[in-house]
């Protein structure tokens, strides 16, 4: 086989366990692409194996059915060289019958046509005529899979049928050319005792250079034969990744559970890093010597992080070993036993087709014993290793378990991947020009000056207090890093740093000293590797992701160390930011918007409220940052915090990372990064303002019409010197709800980072929506009307409007993760 040549697979699995794919890939360790059909596989399950797999999933016949029927599924292998685009099933019509993708610019449909039955030919030959037979920038198209159709002598076949004078007068129509009949002619697909057929096809719109055809004779517990088809591309495709990509670099970092290997990590890095801490004591103490920085501070900074990154990889390498990237395979399935088993059926297999006479039939007995044990065996050990891991988890400690159910929870949810036809290049450079127009400043009017950037000398920054970064928020920022959390530019996770803590922790003071008496970070640490992530909508489309920004360890250990000193200089919160926040969980806000609504009611005469949820168009996207740094110099935060701050957030810049491709980069105009630890505290101050405008609003509460159950109080945090809202019972006395609301702040709404919901009358609503258009027009941000929603009584058929368009009404919403209906807000 040529190493230019394209192989594809394809099988009709007649139902296959989701550990079956160890059954089949040691036979086609050559093929590229695998297409599976009539897998019974159904949503959300996928593959255990380090195969990148696509799937249409199947459905079940009825709803109390155990399993499914139909399904589809691609499987590429790790070792592939063409770069593979998945297209999508669009169709409303027939979403469950192919399954389409992109190679080396030829356009693959893998069809599954179920058998007369149940699926009429006229339903097939409509699945067939709606396959694009024509793609952009595509040369060939292939159509292959189980198409349950017999064409008599065209292919060799002992009869045809219907379906099969019907595909081949379309096969005709649109000149396709049938390599079953020149290359396997005579040869069977489809294989049982009661006799064989093919049906199994591999069809083209053009010829294929250097085509050959493989029908393995295996058993693979189906009457199916697994089918080979190999060509050449027409000529090396633009959308082949290159050869040298820039590939996330890992490390065995499970070798350092072994405490042998942990204290020689901790002391080949002690070595390693001895002339440079040399070095930085030198340059600390020159500057504490000294009333003037040097021009070539910034210079020595960026050598300094550059010999660091250096050292630890060195160490790593020389200790731990780097790793081969790819998807981890579970191996703890499959035993030696399960492997025999088939082996043996497999055995079996070979001799029944080779016998002859009684021989026949004693060896096809066997091979039938044989597939009963693999197919019991399969079970058995699925039982085995679901009681093994429920026992786990009860033995387990409550976070870990917790843990595990997320991970779950996230793997059974489906992830789409932006991807383009022109390769992986072509698709992050797209996804970059969306996301530069969204950072451009489009939506920004008129924007205020930014202070100017502080220029230090070493006496300025000694009138500063010396504890605004200490040791011991650096130990505690690198205790309290997550773990198995995706690296940035640097490569290096939290695993590989906490082993290192009593080393790192004096180094790090002095290179976090010398950053914030220049206002200056090294490069690595303003450069945020996006990641998309799909929020809904079709994944063809940019807008429909989120971008995730991965940034350096060492950027997230700083952060984590001007996160308090930040807070304590900046203006207080207003009363209705729960987010992010000490004490204020999602549950706390919900239980605190339930307790405002009972409120309201019971001061306006027992009429309930109304309720708006209004969803920030592209938020962190579209902060205008000068207005942040202009509100915290009003409030005199530290110059040389606010330039730091705009070090870390205006100089920063932005490349897009998908299929372990980057693109271009570039730097926003907008916007604070998501993935930053500041970002979130930063967001609030740019939208704190909101609250108080709304407050104009303000009517004097009527008189209530009963007296409430439960009482609000206000809760004086000393952290942060801001009251928060509690709900609780009076342990001396209830108070009447009117002289309560007298001591309250007015709160029109309620926010939680960028989640907002409004709360008023329905007469006063539409006012308060207008207040929030204005306020967007102010700091420059929209609002998305589609996606805001209007909750109120059945009995209100108002309307309300977000820049002329119309909010949606619906009669529940989730918020924060939560129902929020009429019953939970309006009847007590």
Known sequence: MSNNNITLTIFNTTGLHRQGTNMILPHIPSTHLLFLVETWLLTPNRYYTSWQQYHVYGKRPTPTSKRGHLGISLLINPQCPFYVHFLPNTSSTFPLYHLSCIVANTLIHCVYLPPNDTFTDEMAMAVLDSLPLFYPNTTNTIICGDFNARFGSLTGDRISNARGALIQQWMEGHNIQLWNATLTYGQPTFLRWSGSSIIDL???????????????????????????????????????????????????????????????????????????????????????????????????????????????????????????????????????????????REHYYQKWRRALGMNKLTWRLRHQEARAKVRRALKKRSRETWRTFCKKLEQEEYTKTTAIIKKIRQRRTLQHTYSHPGGPQTAANKMAQHLESVYDGHLITTSPQPPTREIPSTSSAHQLPDSIITSENITAALECLPKKKAPGIDHLRSEMLKPLISVLTPFLYKLFYLCWISSYTPESWRIAQVVPI??????????????????????????????????????????????????????????????????????????????????????????????????????????????????????????????????????????????????????????????????????????????????????????????????????????????????????????????????????????????????????????????CVIVQPPNNENTYTLYDTQIPTQSSFIYLGIPINYCDIWLF
């Not at 633009?238 to 490390?251: A, C, F, K």
């Not at 005469?605 to 942040?628: E, H, K, W």
């Not at 998908?658 to 630890?677: A, C, E, H, K, W």
């Not at 019972?729 to 907002?756: E, F």
């Open 202 to 344: 591999y069809m083209s719109t053009h010829p294929c250079t250097n085509s050959s055809m493989h029908i393995h004779n295996l058993s693979l517990d189906s009457d199916h034969k697994m089918i080979d088809f190999s060509f050449t591309p027409p000529s090396e495709p633009p959308n082949t990744p290159p050869q040298h990509l820039p590939s996330r670099q890992l490390w065995n970092l499970n070798k350092l559970k072994d405490s042998n290997t942990l204290q020689q990590y901790n002391t080949t890095f002690m070595n390693n890093m001895e002339l440079l801490n040399k070095d930085i004591e030198q340059c600390y103490n020159n500057i504490q010597c000294s009333t003037i920085l040097p021009p070539t501070l910034r210079t020595t900074i960026e050598n300094i992080t550059t010999c660091f990154y250096t050292n630890l990889y060195n160490t790593m390498d020389s200790i731990l070993g780097r790793a081969i990237p790819g998807q981890k395979q579970r191996d703890d399935f499959w035993t030696s036993e399960l492997q025999h088993l088939v082996d043996k």
């Open 534 to 787: 799909h929020k809904k909508g079709p994944p063809d489309n940019p807008a429909n992701f989120r971008p995730i920004s991965l940034t350096s360890i060492l950027r997230k250990v700083f952060e984590y160390c001007l996160q308090q000193p930040l807070e304590i200089h900046s203006p207080s919160l207003d009363i209705s930011q729960g987010g992010f926040r000490t004490e204020r969980s999602s549950l706390d806000q919900v239980l605190c918007l339930q307790e405002i609504c009972r409120l309201h009611k019971a001061c306006n005469n027992n009429l309930p409220c109304t309720l708006g949820f209004l969803d920030v168009m592209q938020a962190y996207d579209s902060v205008d940052r000068s207005i942040i740094w202009n509100l915290l110099q009003a409030h005199h935060t530290p110059p040389l915090l606010i330039s730091l701050l705009q070090n870390l957030f205006d100089d920063v810049y932005i490349e897009v990372v998908i299929s372990n491709t980057n693109s271009y980069r570039f730097s926003p105009t907008t916007g604070v990064l998501q993935g930053s630890i500041l970002s979130p505290f930063l967001y609030s101050l740019y939208i704190n303002s909101l609250p108080a405008l709304l407050r104009t609003t303000e009517q004097p509460p009527r008189s209530p019409s009963r007296t409430p159950y439960t009482t609000t109080t206000l809760d004086h945090h000393n952290e942060d010197s801001q009251p928060s809202i509690i709900t609780s019972q009076r342990r001396r006395g209830r108070p009447s709800t009117a002289s309560l609301t007298q001591s309250l702040p007015s709160i029109q709404c309620l926010l939680y980072a960028d989640d907002v919901v409004v709360i008023s009358t329905p007469q006063k609503m539409q006012e308060i929506l207008q207040l929030c258009e204005q306020h967007s027009y102010d700091l420059g941000y929209r609002w998305n009307p589609k996606k």
